[in-house]
């Protein structure tokens, strides 16, 4: 069964600094998404993507984040001027057929 | 406010035993889905329901769309389904893999 790949599985930045986390959907799913878990809180939506377009943001995606298919397979979810609040477990998605919904295994970003 | 609802927070079983998670939900749903969390933080999905009832190996979910509830059973525990199992929705107006509304997650362990 094909997988969703997150790079790196671990991030450990300088509050202030950017990141960059990588993801790799499944090539035939034309929908994405980036999620995020704060410790001990329940799962969140950032922002979705439809057939290369974001379709929906949430709140939370504000000017601070922002997310580039730079090649046209991989994902990326760019988070500037990182905050201590920002540390949590980032997940990306993507949806279709066959497999349904499919997550990466998650980056577990720590702001210092 | 929380569109999803899980019960119990945290469940603990003996090896053998039944058990039954339940998630409530309060909006409209193209689906509701079924994840696990393993220990390390990776999501995996579990089942896909729109109505009725799914089986795979020990594990069942149901669902009924009049009382927009839904469970999840598990028949003979073992200490590896251990795990957060999570509940979540695709809202009516999307498609059945559009964003996802989650509950909060269930904890559950199982001794031997």
């Known amino acids: 069964e094909p997988e969703v790949t997150q790079t790196p599985s671990h991030q450990v930045t300088q509050m202030g600094q950017e990141v960059i986390l990588r993801c790799v959907p499944i090539?035939?799913?034309?929908?994405f998404y980036w999620y995020r878990q704060i410790l001990g809180q329940k799962v969140e939506f950032l922002v979705s993507?439809?057939?290369?377009?974001?379709?929906?943001k949430s709140e939370i995606f504000d000017d601070q984040f922002s997310v580039e298919r730079p090649d046209g397979s991989n994902f990326t979810l760019k988070i500037r001027s990182t905050k201590l609040e920002d540390s949590a477990m980032y997940f990306c998605?993507?949806?279709?057929?066959?497999?349904?919904?499919?997550f990466g295994s998650g980056t577990r970003l720590t702001v210092v | 406010k929380n569109e999803v609802e899980q019960s119990p927070q945290n469940l603990t079983a003996q090896e053998g035993e039944f058990i039954t998670i339940n998630c409530s939900y309060s909006?409209?749903?193209?689906?509701l889905h079924w994840l696990q969390q393993h220990p390390g933080g990776g999501i995996v999905s579990l089942f896909m329901?729109?109505?009725g009832k799914k089986k795979h190996g020990r594990l069942i979910a149901t669902i009924n769309i009049q009382e927009k509830h839904s469970s999840l059973h598990i028949t003979a525990s073992h200490p590896r389904d251990s795990a957060v199992y999570i509940c979540?929705?695709?809202?009516?107006?999307?498609?059945?893999?559009?964003?996802?509304?989650f509950g909060r997650g269930t904890q559950l362990t199982v001794w031997p």
């Open positions: 998605a993507s949806g279709g057929n066959p497999y349904g919904y499919t």
């Open positions: 090539s035939n799913h034309l929908y």
């Open positions: 993507f439809y057939n290369n377009e974001i379709s929906e």
């Open positions: 909006v409209g749903i193209s689906a």
């Open positions: 329901l729109s109505s």
């Open positions: 979540a929705v695709t809202r009516d107006r999307g498609s059945t893999l559009g964003r996802l509304y």
